[in-house]
């Protein structure tokens, strides 16, 4: 068994997060639709009221017009009530495309979340494959571990549940799960928790999405270990003294 300290450059490789305005913005659709729709359900009657008060006033005796004039308002009651009206009709129509559109809201929300979870099983799957990859020569192991990893992310009751933890946490639970050492635990946490990248041409891979991973048969070539173990364990640094 060997040890592996924290390389920066490696942790940053899986430090992919979501845009967490973006994702804020498509949960919060809906709701501030809501509120729109709201207010323009009072704009409505406000201008109903206005309506209803022009038509009073039109229909008063010219002795009692002044005196029933909105607001104390002068001029033609016919065209206050066509320019009421209008605001009104236009109240309508915009609160019936808002309406028109939540459904739709409602989908890019739902496919921000989808998108969102798919993301994270993928972290989580790159982190975990290379702490496998790099605390295991045998290729037999390293297929089983990557069977047992996969299946547990494609598995929807179990992956819900523990990528509903911080990434960091999750992928450490599942390390010790699969019998990883407590060494690689931490290496995962920090690997998952990176939060800066380093720059395109210091990336050691472009991982596939994780629902087209490939999965090795078991008779052929083994899965050659990602770059940075593999140039980790033939680095003297990345043992610890004997």
């Known amino acids: 068994m060997f040890m592996l300290h924290v390389d920066p450059l490696t942790a940053a490789a899986d430090a992919t997060p979501a845009d967490p305005v973006l994702a804020d913005l ?9 509120g729109q729709l709201a207010m323009l359900t009072r704009l409505a009657e406000i201008g109903m009221t206005l309506a209803e008060a022009t038509e009073r006033w039109a229909l008063a005796a010219p002795e009692d017009r002044e005196a029933a004039a909105p607001a104390g308002f002068q001029g033609d009651p016919g065209l206050l009530y066509s320019r009421v009206a209008r605001a009104v009709r236009q109240t309508l129509m915009l609160q019936a495309r808002l309406l028109q559109d939540l459904p739709a809201l409602g989908r890019a929300a739902s496919q921000a979340r989808i998108e969102g979870e798919q993301a994270r099983r993928e972290r989580a799957q790159r982190v975990l494959m290379r702490a496998v990859r790099a605390e295991h020569d045998d290729p037999d192991a390293v297929e089983d571990l990557s069977d047992a990893v996969y299946e547990r992310l494609r598995d929807e009751d179990f992956s819900d549940d523990i990528l509903a933890l911080p990434l960091g946490d999750a992928v450490a639970r599942i390390c010790r799960d699969l019998g990883l050492s407590p060494a690689w635990t931490a290496w995962a946490m920090a690997a998952a928790t990176a939060t800066t990248a380093p720059p395109p041409e210091l990336l050691a891979e472009t991982p596939l999405p994780f629902e087209k991973r490939k ?10 270990p990602d770059a940075p173990f593999a140039s980790a364990r ?9």
Do not use: N, Q
């Open 26 to 34: 498509h949960a919060m659709g809906p709701g501030i639709v809501a």
């Open 215 to 224: 999965r090795p048969e078991r008779d052929g070539p083994p899965t050659a």
């Open 234 to 242: 033939g680095s003297p640094s990345s043992c610890p003294p004997g």
